[in-house]
């Protein structure tokens, strides 16, 4: 065998061949940057293989859990199952909101679940939301072909939300099917409280059982939302208006509730804000519901009222069709009146004449003041001015009355001291009657301006509680003439007059008090006290410690804007009636002119006349009794 040998020449080429591999491998050899954009790239791959896998392991477990759903959802809804299907099958949300108002429609039953009324806050400055946290619940319960009764408060609606101009339009449609659906539709406009709502089907009269009733079941508990729960209470009330235009209201004192036929329209009202559901089709029925939550001021409360309607809802041609309206506000006459529905009456502005005198002289007043005067304290007490100017004529007369019944005081007395005794009370009153005609004096002349006054105590004890303008606008030491004026917290609770010391009531008891003193004097000036007839004196002196009394204590917890305006109001009456006695009214001429009075023949009225002879026979028939005893 040839002995093999190393080739030189090999040895040489493998050693070139090498040394090229090196200086390939050296040129070649990736960057720093270029090694850490690998290892990233080799990471992510390994995170995306991850991400396959378990999405796929989701995906399995999602099938499963949905066709368990769905086999629940068949056997539970029915026809409606399919609803639970859809991707808004959960508790999403969508929002409507425009430059004062803010809602939420839950997909969970298609219904609002949040309304925030953006330009006011509460007492302790919180954000006023009428619905939140489900205080509130909008539902239709109907039934099914398959002998099933459903809620549309615990199934899920798909939204589309979309334009028509300016207005925001969400659709909430509970499906069957793509083509039949029950929907829910909000329209917002960009500066309304108002929004546009329709119930409409499509389709569904194969699945909805027209032979079972269909029931809008709506209710809310009422937020807390003023200082005095009391007070709020007392003004927190549910209105309805039936088709005759015939309004109405529940819950003044307490609880309450009613059975009405042909209703428009339902609002649930909190004081200064309110909820109304109108529709342009009546509720043919509608129950009725008002209960208290709470009531007294020692214990802290979250809600005031809580209010309830059912209705059944009427299908045309098998289907539902009902055009209507939230209005979620201010209960602020003022926008309230530019809707034509007459829901501005919620506002409580008084009935009959009294609301008919806030209307027309005291809203328009007060708006021309409040439009070149910010505080409104100096326009409630300008409002009292120009009230008390427009009574002041009232005022004189009552007083002009009393000035001429002190005149003939002293005749009277002698009328008296001629004629005592209860056997001549007849005779008595009938001669001093004859001679008050005789001297042209009436003493129901003091009565009728008193009276006259009296429809604008009511109106504007109406007035300051209902308007919302006064609503946290401070005052002195009142810093919500809506609310009381505390001054001092007291450790205890007082029944009927609360926790707290209330200034300005105390101030107007003072006003009223020393009012009451000045009348006093002037009724003790007029007629004298006759045998067998009630003692006016002793009558006014009650009143002249009761007034002040009751307005102390019941208007303590009443608003502060009441209170400052009966207390400048009082003020300025009794001022008025220093002037005329001291500067307008002369005793002297009044007894003059009375004397001339008396010399000229007066012919008596048929009144009169049937009067003097009515009592004349009363006299007779007197004396005979007298006689035969």
């Not at 809804?77 to 430059?99: M, V």
Request: with cysteine; hydrophobic share 40%; charged share 25%.
């Amino acid at each position: 065998m040839e002995e093999k040998k190393f080739d030189i020449n090999s040895i040489i080429g493998f050693v070139l061949l090498g040394a090229i591999m090196l200086w390939w491998i050296y040129t070649n050899q990736p960057t720093p940057e270029e090694v850490e954009a690998e290892k990233n790239k080799k990471t992510e791959q390994v995170v995306e293989d991850k991400v396959v896998e378990n999405n796929d392991a989701i995906s399995t477990t999602i099938q499963a859990t949905d066709s368990l759903s769905l086999e629940k959802a068949k056997s539970q809804l029915g026809n409606f199952a399919y609803s639970a299907t859809l991707a808004a099958a959960a508790d999403g949300e969508t929002i409507l909101e425009n430059k004062i108002l803010k809602i939420v429609i839950s997909n969970k039953g298609g219904q609002i679940k949040e309304a925030l009324i953006k330009k006011y806050v509460t007492y302790d400055s919180l954000p006023v939301y009428i619905l939140k946290d489900n205080n509130a619940s909008f539902n239709l319960t109907f039934g099914t072909q398959d002998n099933r009764t459903l809620n549309t408060k615990d199934l899920f609606f798909e939204p589309t939300l979309s334009k028509k101009g300016e207005n925001d339009v969400l659709s909430m449609k509970l499906k069957v099917s793509e083509d039949q659906y029950l929907e829910y539709r909000y329209e917002m406009n960009p500066d309304e409280y108002m929004v546009d709502f329709t119930i409409r089907s499509q389709g569904l009269s194969s699945s909805i059982n027209s032979s079972q009733e269909i029931v809008l079941d709506w209710n809310l508990k009422a937020y807390r939302n003023e200082k005095s729960v009391r007070y709020e209470n007392q003004n927190t009330e549910m209105y309805y208006e039936r088709e005759d235009e015939d309004i109405s209201y529940l819950s003044l004192g307490g609880d309450d509730d009613d059975e009405e036929v042909d209703v428009n329209w339902v609002a649930f009202k909190q004081h200064f804000f309110s909820t109304i559901l109108i529709s342009e089709q009546a509720f043919s029925k509608a129950n009725l519901t008002s209960k208290t939550l709470a009531v007294d001021e020692e214990v802290d409360t979250i809600f005031t009222k809580e209010f309830s309607l059912k209705a059944p809802l009427v299908l045309q041609g098998g289907e539902l069709n009902y055009n209507m309206d939230w209005y979620i506000g201010p209960t602020d006459y003022k926008i309230l009146k530019t809707y034509d529905r007459d829901i501005k009456e919620i506002s409580n502005l008084g009935w009959g004449i009294f609301g008919l005198i806030n209307r027309i002289i005291f809203m328009p007043i007060f708006n021309l003041l409040q439009g070149f005067i910010g505080n409104y304290g100096l326009i409630i007490i300008l409002l009292t001015i120009v009230v008390r100017i427009i009574m002041s004529p009232l005022v004189y007369k009552s007083y002009l009355s009393s000035a001429k019944m002190k005149v003939l005081r002293p005749e009277m007395e002698e009328i008296n001291k001629r004629l005592p005794g209860k056997e001549n009370a007849m005779k008595r009153q009938q001669e001093t009657m004859a001679m008050q005609s005789k001297a042209g004096v009436s003493p129901l002349a003091g009565c009728i301006p008193a009276l006259l006054q009296m429809p604008v105590f009511f109106a504007l004890f109406k007035f300051f509680p209902s308007n919302i303008d006064l609503r946290q606008k401070g005052f002195l030491w009142a810093d919500d003439l809506s609310a009381y004026d505390s001054i001092y917290q007291l450790p205890f609770h007082i029944p009927f007059y609360g926790d707290h010391v209330s200034l300005f009531p105390i101030l107007a008891s003072v006003a009223i008090f020393f009012y009451m003193q000045m009348s006093q004097s002037q009724q003790m000036n007029m007629a004298p006290q006759q045998e067998g007839m009630p003692d006016m004196q002793k009558m006014m002196k009650i009143m002249m410690y009761m007034s002040p009394i009751m307005m102390l204590v019941f208007f303590n917890m009443y608003a502060s804007s009441l209170s400052l305006y009966y207390f400048v109001s009082n003020l300025l009456t009794v001022g008025i009636m220093l002037v005329i006695k001291n500067y307008i009214i002369d005793e002297d001429k009044i007894h003059a002119q009375i004397q001339v009075n008396k010399s000229k023949p007066k012919k008596e009225s048929k009144f009169r006349q049937r009067l003097n002879e009515a009592m004349s026979q009363a006299q007779e028939q007197q004396g005979k009794k007298k006689g035969k005893k």
